[in-house]
């Protein structure tokens, strides 16, 4: 038998090992992608059916409890999902000594959060049906923490049909909650007590499937199992905090962004104000779950292993991944500003017009956002969270004083501008902070190099 005869099958074994990583990348993406699609269905259809089934204070009501306890959610879970991406892609095995200490702090903070909203609903009386609603709606911060956690395990694990599952699990438990209150005719009252129940059993699931986390023996993806090194120390408290804290205050600035508006509109403008900029900012959160999909649910833990080990993968994701999603950004936002006109009345009601008007201006905001998703994840994983998150407070901080300027004058189309404005500078930031401290210097790879890396060929920035 000649030596070609013997090779040949071995060569082609590494592009077939290749193509099928790539075709199970595809497969992942796409689950997550339509578990994305099917949430984004889910919570819109949530929306339509309680403004149509409740008066348009009672919608605005229980939107704006919804929006501002959902900003709890990273102060409750502080952080530490992204903490355990970023521990276990550097460490391995290492990291589950963080994992004990990591939940004692998570579920300290979760019951500050929780006892606060619970004070936070007492302090509406004599208006007992809002305190009644955020009284219920506490449940929400428990189950997004636990949905948070979960979440990050699915990734370290690498199921991301079980991840694809969970989030799409609790929506449409909303979906079925809000047709009972639209088919019954029942109140808002009894919308945020079915929001509480699905709450509740959201948890139930996330402790059932964290439980091999837990106990420290879950196989993790991209790691061998190796018995973890002793520690040198323990893990305290304080490192989690500390460790945490940069992914917390990122994660509180992201949310600003998303429900502030809400918020501001509700305390001082009007619940109907809340009502008309919940529906576009509802739609502007689904349409800005794709680049959490592939940044934040696929890619982030990866990101975090070629940081320190294929810096060709982080140029071809900065090269190719920016343009990318700034393009897919622009094609989305093009279709929601087009589809705002017609479809939300229709949807919605004659007494959500203005929505539609609210919505075509925050489409500017989508490119933006796609683009800066992009680039700040390579800041995450690359060494510069706390530049990251320092960005994210100076878009914060832009964000607030363009609310607090444009609102008072043009309403909630101020709130929508202040919206886009924030975002453009953000993504700017992030941008020109890549540009200078991650790729300077580097040789942008070619469309030939990922042919070369998609086909098993060796890779190198030409």
């Known amino acids: 038998m000649s030596p070609s005869a013997v090779e040949l099958p071995a060569d082609r074994a590494v592009p077939s090992r290749r193509g099928n990583r790539l075709a199970a990348m595809l497969v992942h993406l796409g689950m997550l992608g339509l578990s994305q699609v099917g949430v984004t269905v889910a919570a819109f259809a949530t929306q339509i059916l309680l403004a149509r089934s409740l008066s348009q204070a009672a919608f605005g009501t229980f939107t704006a409890a919804l929006a501002l306890i959902s900003l709890t959610a990273p102060l409750a879970v502080f952080g530490v999902s992204e903490l355990w991406l970023q521990q276990f892609g550097q460490r391995g095995a290492d990291a589950y000594r963080w994992v004990r200490p990591s939940v004692r702090v998570v579920t300290a903070c979760s019951a500050l959060i929780v006892a606060a909203v ?3 609903g007492f302090g509406a ?4 049906r809002a305190a009644t609603v955020r009284v219920l709606l506490a449940a929400v911060v428990v189950a997004q923490t636990a949905l948070g956690l979960v979440a990050s395990v699915q990734q370290l694990r690498g199921d991301y049909r079980g991840l694809s599952a969970l989030q799409f699990a609790p929506h449409l438990g909303r979906v079925l909650v809000v047709l009972a209150v639209w088919a019954a005719g029942l109140g808002v009252v009894a919308a945020a007590a079915g929001y509480a129940v699905v709450a509740l059993l959201t948890v139930v699931a996330c402790l059932v499937v964290m439980r091999p986390f837990l106990r420290g023996v879950m196989p993790l993806e991209g790691h061998a199992r190796a018995a973890a090194p002793p520690p040198d120390r323990p ?7 500390g460790g945490a804290l940069p992914f917390v205050l990122g994660n509180v600035f992201y949310l600003l962004g998303m429900y502030l508006g809400t918020v501001v509109a509700g305390e001082f ?4 104000a809340a009502a008309l900029l919940s529906v576009p900012m509802s739609v502007l959160a689904a349409v800005y779950l794709v680049p959490r999909v592939v940044y934040q649910q696929y890619f982030l833990a990866k990101l975090h292993r070629w940081a320190g080990s294929d810096r060709d993968a982080i140029l071809l994701a900065y090269r190719y991944g920016g343009a990318g999603m700034v ?13 705002a006109g017609p ?7 004659d007494g959500y017009a203005d929505s539609a008007a609210v919505l075509a201006v925050l489409a500017l905001a989508i490119p933006f956002r796609f683009g800066g998703a992009a680039v700040a994840s390579l800041l995450t994983s690359g060494g510069l969270l706390r530049r990251k998150v320092a960005y994210q407070g100076v878009g914060a901080a832009v964000y607030l004083a363009a609310l607090a300027v444009a609102t008072p004058v043009w309403g909630i189309m101020g709130a929508a501008t202040a ?3 924030a975002e453009v500078a953000l993504c700017c930031l992030f941008w020109v902070a890549v540009r200078r401290r991650v790729v300077a210097g580097a040789t942008l790879p070619s469309w030939r190099d990922v042919r070369r890396r998609l086909t098993g060929e060796e890779s190198r920035a030409s």
Do not use: I
């Open 118 to 120: 619970l004070l936070w």
């Open 125 to 128: 009386l004599p208006d007992s």
């Open 235 to 241: 893990v305290a408290a304080r490192d989690v905090l």
């Open 269 to 272: 403008l009007s619940p109907e």
């Open 327 to 339: 393009l897919l950004g622009a094609v989305v936002a093009a279709l929601v500003a087009v589809a």
């Open 343 to 349: 479809v939300l009345p229709v949807l919605l009601g």
């Open 419 to 421: 919206t886009v404005v």
